[in-house]
């Protein structure tokens, strides 16, 4: 089974900056769209951010000009920067692989870090 691995949460004023970076093993990293998505207490996990095998992008409004995501298929490897955090940031970030060819559907996430924002 593969298990993505995010680091870089942490606790962060408003205004500061954090990255996130996610390690994707055992998989044909260059094949699949990565995403962030992230859940606050009591409401749905959201995708926050996403890029496709091509290194287009995608962003939910709230953060767009804000955060920036990347990938580097020879370290199997996406980031999610994060600048100018709001206290409406905080949440737990997910890191998601998903490849879906005709003949299957392979979709991965990681155990998840915590952003928090606040003074």
């Known amino acids: 089974q593969v298990q993505l691995v995010e680091s870089g949460g942490g606790l962060v004023q408003p205004g500061g900056s954090l990255r996130l970076s996610c390690v994707a093993p055992?998989?044909?990293?260059?094949?699949?769209?990565m995403g962030w998505y992230r859940q606050a207490p009591g409401k749905q996990r959201e995708l926050v951010a996403a890029?496709?095998?091509?290194?287009?992008?995608n962003y939910a409004d709230s953060v767009k000009g804000r955060f920036t995501i990347s990938r580097d298929n020879a370290k199997n490897t996406v980031y999610l920067q994060m600048n100018s955090l709001k206290p409406g940031d905080t949440a737990v970030y997910y890191c998601?692989?998903?490849?879906?060819?005709?003949?299957?559907?392979?979709?991965?996430w990681g155990q998840g870090t915590q952003v928090t924002v606040s003074s």
């Open positions: 055992g998989i044909i990293f260059s094949f699949y769209t």
């Open positions: 998601n692989a998903k490849y879906r060819p005709v003949y299957g559907n392979y979709d991965y």
């Open positions: 890029i496709t095998p091509g290194a287009s992008t």
